[in-house]
């Protein structure tokens, strides 16, 4: 039972309270007063989605909350939808929780039927989830259709398997060779790098060497010797100068410089010349030359190279272990696929048992909303082979409305008032076991008269079991109400803001004469109908 809504900041709803009582609640108000967001509040907390654009203008998120009280205890629903990003938080008695537990818990809240359900009764495939709401044990239902997907997921993999084993198969000599080009050279990671600073080492040091040797050469020349040289001269200046007191700095600085010269020498000499670089060089030019011509027949850098030489022993070894795996995987489908063939065998069954029940009592609930007292319901079943030689009979809801016709679907034949009344019937059943809250949205559409008071003591019926939200236009049908919600739009401010509350007594008079027409008339038909 759902026995508080809040909405706030939601289309043209700033802040709207329910406080819903057990029974038959009315929802009433003119066409696009609004009713249509209560119910979009109520799909969104349940876990629809929504879009940002139903945000209040202006608001940074919309709100709705919602009390139920299932099995004795409440149930705390809350879920907010932000402006900035459209997504959405939901709280399950305020812990964070999410839209599959939300609408895993749904059916046990509310059932939902609005025009649009009667638009699903003309679907075929909606008959088969109708009969199946009737199984005596629904977990044969649920069980069958997750070996189904089981079984599917399956064959997709397959498929994968396939797929890209074909796509391999062809390219499978060209992958050898690849492989074979790259495990000739057997690069590895960084190698180009650490060659070429080896490279620029050795060069340097040879440059080197070169130096050291032609610098020797110079100091120690065998036909001119530069180091005895300058003690010739600086002999000879020192003569000099005791002869001549200006030459006597020149001969200091000699000395200083044969020091300097000798000091250099010592240096070279311990300079080492004994290492071999050109085999080296010529190896790293060797080796450098290789890498360079496999990155030109594989058309890529070497790091790429080396994820390619990966890329390709994975695609080999999954070319060389996809019929183990294809093996595998056909061990498990045909395992599956024995558990789905006893599985649909007992589906078929139970949804015959099913189907025997549902028509009685369907046939009955029709006769008491204005069908003729004749009317049948029958089930075709529509065989479908869901896996090679096991086939599924689905459902198919077939009536007779009147006698001396041949049954026909629903779509042939059924008026809008007639889907309204039979899906008022078909959620009525449907709701007997779970007794959530049933939403009916303008399912008396389309009819009136006597009809519409039959609906009316159906509905009220409904009501005495377990609890009932109506929207509708009938003004006979609001009557009957517990609780009588009017639901208006209203400026202020050159805002637009939609309102609802709940009416008094004394109000409810005036809003069954709005909904007869106004008028002199619709007071007396108001009146005449709260009398009742």
Not at 44 to 63: T, V
Not at 135 to 144: K, T, V
Not at 197 to 204: D, F, G, N, Y
């Amino acid at each position: 039972m759902l026995e508080f809504l809040r909405i706030r900041n939601l289309a043209l709803i700033e802040d709207v309270e329910l406080d819903f009582a057990s029974g038959l609640n009315v929802l009433t108000g003119e066409s696009g007063a609004g009713k249509s967001f209560i119910l979009s509040a109520l799909d969104f907390i349940l876990g629809q989605k929504i879009s940002a654009s139903m945000i209040r203008a202006g608001r940074d998120k919309a709100q709705v909350e919602a009390v139920f009280v299932l099995d004795g205890d409440e149930v705390i629903l809350r879920r907010e939808i932000f402006a900035e990003t459209g997504r959405s938080r939901i709280y399950i008695n305020d812990v964070l929780g999410s839209q599959e537990k939300v609408q895993a818990l749904k059916p046990r809240l509310l059932i939902h039927t609005s025009q649009h359900g009667q638009q699903k009764l003309l679907r075929p495939a909606y008959h088969a989830r109708i009969v199946d709401g009737f199984l005596a044990d629904p977990s044969i239902r649920d069980r069958h259709a997750e070996v189904l997907r089981e079984i599917a997921q399956i064959m997709a993999r397959e498929e994968d398997i396939r797929s890209k084993v074909k796509g391999l198969v062809d390219k499978r000599d060209f992958l050898e060779y690849q492989r074979e080009e790259i495990q000739k050279v057997a690069p590895k990671p960084g190698e180009e790098d650490v060659l070429m600073a080896e490279k620029k080492i050795i060069q340097s040091q040879a440059q080197s060497r070169d130096l050291v040797q032609q610098s020797l050469e110079i100091i120690n020349g065998q036909e001119f010797s530069l180091l005895e040289g300058m003690g010739t001269l600086q002999r000879q200046v020192q003569s000099l100068a005791r002869i001549d007191d200006r030459f006597t700095l020149f001969g200091s600085q000699l000395e200083e410089s044969r020091q300097a010269m000798l000091e250099l020498d010592r240096e070279l000499r311990a300079v080492p010349m004994d290492f071999e670089y050109k085999n080296r060089l010529e190896s790293i030019e060797s080796r450098l030359w290789k890498l360079t011509q496999l990155e030109r027949r594989l058309k890529r850098p070497l790091e790429k190279i080396l994820d390619l030489e990966q890329e390709i022993d994975e695609n080999i070894s999954f070319l060389d272990q996809s019929q183990l795996q294809l093996a595998q995987f056909e061990r498990q489908r045909t395992e599956q696929a024995e558990q789905l063939r006893v599985l649909t065998t007992t589906l078929n069954t139970a949804r015959a048992s099913a189907q025997k029940i549902l028509q009685e009592r369907l046939e009955v609930s029709l006769k008491e909303l204005g069908f003729s007292d004749k009317v049948r319901i029958v089930f075709a079943s529509q065989r479908k082979e869901i896996y090679p030689g096991i086939i599924e009979d689905r459902p198919r809801i077939l009536w007779v409305p009147n006698p001396g016709q041949p049954p026909q679907p629903l779509d042939k034949i059924a008026s809008g008032g007639e889907l309204s009344r039979f899906l008022l019937a078909v959620v009525g059943l449907r709701g007997e076991k779970e007794m959530p809250t049933l939403l009916f949205d303008e399912v008396d559409s389309g009819i009136g008269g006597i009809t519409l008071n039959k609906v009316g003591k159906s509905i009220r019926e409904l009501s005495t079991r377990q609890q009932v939200i109506l929207i509708t236009h009938w003004p006979q049908l609001a009557v009957m109400a517990k609780r009588h919600f009017y639901i208006c739009k209203e400026v202020r401010d050159t805002q637009t803001f939609t309102l609802c509350r709940c009416l008094a007594d004394n109000e409810v008079v005036d809003e069954l004469s709005r909904m007869a027409g106004g008028g002199d008339k619709g007071l007396m038909l108001a009146r005449e109908l709260v009398k009742k």
